[in-house]
């Protein structure tokens, strides 16, 4: 025979249908995370800077050769090419090189002579005698 408690069970279960057993889970409050060591570093660009100061302008390379020896060694190289010089002037560069412009008193001759500021040598000549110019 059937125990009367399955009949009640079986009758209601006949009865309504099909009958589910759901578990309701039990509410638990939320856990705060684990701490971690330390928050990671945030980004910070660096302090602004003053601009750096521009260079010092100089003058250019320094010469071994003076002036007056470079200008003698112009006039003498366009006196020897058969020029007649009288007048002179003379520039450093900035490569450290003269830049020595002759002419005659009367501008008869001219000569444009560039001369090495180290070892005291004509690099270039640019000669105009009298005889190009027509006169």
Do not use: F
């Amino acid at each position: 025979m059937i125990d009367p408690m399955r009949k009640a069970s079986l009758a209601l279960l006949l009865a309504g249908g099909c009958v589910v057993h759901e578990r309701v889970p039990v509410y638990t409050a939320p856990q705060a995370p684990p701490p971690t060591a330390a928050p990671p570093p945030q980004y910070a660009p660096p302090p602004p800077q003053d601009p750096p100061p521009p260079p010092a302008q100089t003058p250019g390379p320094p010469s071994a050769v003076e002036q007056r020896q470079a200008v003698k060694t112009a006039s003498d190289y366009a006196r020897a090419k058969g020029l007649s010089v009288e007048r002179y002037k003379a520039n450093l560069d900035h490569y450290g090189n003269w830049r020595v412009d002759l002419r005659s008193d009367h501008g008869a001759d001219r000569a444009k002579v560039l001369v090495d500021g180290r070892t005291g040598r004509v690099l270039r000549a640019k000669l105009q005698p009298s005889d190009d110019w027509g006169d």
